[in-house]
């Protein structure tokens, strides 16, 4: 069975600290690995995408991958109130025709 | 600038109207997908198309169809509406095999009173 599991949280930093965003998956075989950010009443927005073990970084934002123990994670530094969001993990698993998005992590970024 | 477009992008409607919610896109991706949500909750799969004459049902399919005439555009319809439709519609795309993850339209929110 597919699973993509997230903490709904609120995960909740204060402004300026370190947002780790945490999320694993079912399938050992699964390739590709998307975060999106997704403001209230909004649609969610690709912010980050990783294919290969290891770190990602663009800007502010580095996403982890660890194959092997089956978990991708989203680091935000200085965090900023407009990153207050729902961040959605999304993982292309072998087998399955469409994305497997979890149920997100609630991130509130106090001033 | 390519993108992808819904219409409209708030729709209140009576109980029993058909309903037709629209999704273009100018990226030439083959295919598209339509998601249904609620706030605050889950992103739940309605139908998704790999191409041109090509629908596949999701987890939520039962009350609407979908069809795929020409690779930009992807409507959805709704029947019957009924209250239980109140929601936010989401449209996105991507190219064949997903590497790129999907790029998501703004959302139609509907209301059935």
């Known amino acids: 069975q597919k699973e993509v599991e997230q903490n709904s949280g609120p995960l909740s930093v204060p402004e300026g600290a370190i947002a780790s965003l945490n999320c694993t998956y079912s399938d050992r075989g699964s390739q590709s690995f998307f975060w999106y950010r997704q403001y209230s009443g909004k649609s969610p927005e690709l912010i980050m995408s990783i294919y290969s073990n290891g770190d990602k970084e663009d800007g502010r934002f580095t996403a982890q991958l660890n194959k092997a123990s089956q978990y991708v994670s989203l680091l935000i530094r200085d965090s900023q109130p407009s990153d207050s969001a729902t961040y959605l993990c999304a993982v292309n698993m072998p087998g399955y025709s469409t994305l497997t998005f979890g149920k997100g992590t609630m991130l509130l970024v106090s001033p | 600038e390519a993108d992808i477009y819904q219409t409209p992008r708030y729709l209140v409607i009576g109980t029993g109207k058909k309903i037709t919610l629209e999704c273009s896109q100018t990226m030439g991706h083959d295919k598209m997908y339509w998601y249904q949500q609620d706030p605050g909750m889950e992103l739940h799969l309605i139908h998704y198309s790999y191409g041109v004459n090509s629908t596949e049902k999701g987890d939520l399919s039962s009350e609407s169809t979908v069809s795929r005439i020409r690779t930009e555009h992807f409507p959805l319809t709704l029947e019957s509406a009924r209250p239980s439709h109140t929601s936010q519609y989401l449209c996105?795309?991507?190219?064949?095999?997903?590497?790129?993850?999907?790029?998501f339209g703004s959302g139609t929110r509907l209301t059935v009173v």
């Open positions: 996105a795309s991507s190219e064949v095999g997903d590497s790129g993850g999907y790029t």
